[in-house]
């Protein structure tokens, strides 16, 4: 059974900093794009920042330059550094990972139905 689990969100102030962590369990996913999702109240959950097997990065041109998605396959985790946070940037934030091969690993592409393995979600809030 596939359990992840998020951790690392908390309120700051605008211009701090917060890093998500997400390790998994019973899931081998080296072979894995892997991402971090967004959702606040009213709108879709959305894809911010993801990783594909190779480590290669994409990022929504919002956290563009801020925010950094990384993973380390030995231990099974993903994390998210998150720099320069603006009130914007307010919301639940879940790891996720998919059940299958995905063809394009952006958030440009990604959608919420193309991961079947969620974490828990972690509240991040930012201040003005």
């Known amino acids: 059974q596939v359990h992840l689990v998020a951790s690392g969100g908390g309120s700051v102030q605008a211009g701090g900093s917060l890093r998500l962590s997400c390790g998994a369990s019973g899931y081998d996913w080296r072979s894995y794009c892997m991402a971090w999702f967004r959702q606040v109240p009213g709108k879709e959950r959305e894809a911010v920042a993801a990783?594909?097997?190779?480590?290669?990065?994409s990022y929504v041109d919002s956290v563009k330059g801020r925010f950094a998605i990384s993973r380390d396959n030995a231990k099974n985790t993903l994390d998210l550094q998150m720099n320069s946070l603006q009130p914007d940037d307010t919301g639940v934030y879940y790891c996720?990972?998919?059940?299958?091969?995905?063809?394009?690993?952006?958030?440009?592409?990604?959608?919420?139905?193309?991961?079947?393995?969620w974490g828990q979600g972690t509240q991040v809030t930012v201040s003005s």
């Open positions: 990783i594909d097997e190779d480590e290669a990065t």
């Open positions: 996720a990972a998919p059940t299958a091969e995905l063809g394009r690993c952006s958030p440009s592409y990604l959608r919420p139905s193309d991961f079947g393995n």
